[in-house]
């Protein structure tokens, strides 16, 4: 009993050391790219290294695989990070602009924004796992990804509740944030997402 629970304690420091090993490399690799055009290769890259964690495989050299993808994938990814770029100034812009009216049409254009803005977050939240799982043209991940989240409502509803609570700890723990957060989203997201490609995946097979 005791050597289980020694070796229990000593996984989990190893995962807590992992994680945080993972969230320094994104954060690094964010600066380096200047946060503009490093942040999405960093992204794809964290969930390339979660999704092996996630497939068995712990003991995947981090380093190595995560400046790997961030290198290989870093136009293309770009691509679509520069798009949820431009998606988010479009949408901040309108609500700003007409959330400050009450007149009917700056409500209804303030309510289809905010729709809008939860379909964003839908979208972002999958776009990488799939990026990293599937061979897709580019144009189809941002698609695929809100197809996705449509498809698997329990799964997106998992999703949007795990991020919540990761959201609410950071607030609350703000001190953990530049040596876990990034990471803690990308854990939540990948997990979920990653579980419901491989139900998907089952159910094609059965039907095919």
């Not at 905010?114 to 144009?139: D, K, S």
Request: overall charge positive; proline content about 5%; charged content about 10%.
């Amino acid at each position: 009993m005791k050597t289980t629970v020694t070796d229990a304690l000593y996984a989990g420091c190893e995962a807590v050391v992992k994680i945080a090993w993972l969230n320094g490399l994104w954060l690094l690799f964010t600066l380096l790219g200047g946060v503009l055009f490093g942040w999405a290769p960093s992204t794809a890259a964290m969930c390339a290294v979660i999704r092996k964690w996630l497939m068995g495989q712990k003991d995947v050299p981090v380093f190595p695989l995560f400046l790997a993808i961030y290198k290989k994938e870093f136009l293309k990814v770009n691509a679509i990070g520069l798009a949820f770029v431009a998606l988010l100034l479009i949408l901040s812009a309108n609500y700003h602009y007409f959330s400050a009216s009450t007149d009917w049409l700056s409500f209804t254009v303030t309510s289809c924004t905010l729709l809008a803005g939860l379909l964003y977050i839908v979208a972002l939240m999958y776009v990488f796992p799939l990026y990293v799982h599937y061979q897709l043209p580019l144009r189809k991940y941002i698609p695929q990804a809100l197809l996705f989240g449509a498809m698997r409502p329990l799964t997106t509803g998992c999703m949007l509740i795990g991020c919540g609570f990761v959201l609410y700890l950071l607030y609350t723990l703000p001190g953990l944030i530049p040596f876990y957060g990034p990471c803690l989203f990308g854990l939540v997201s990948m997990f979920f997402a990653f579980r419901g490609f491989q139900k998907t995946e089952v159910q094609h097979r059965q039907a095919g």
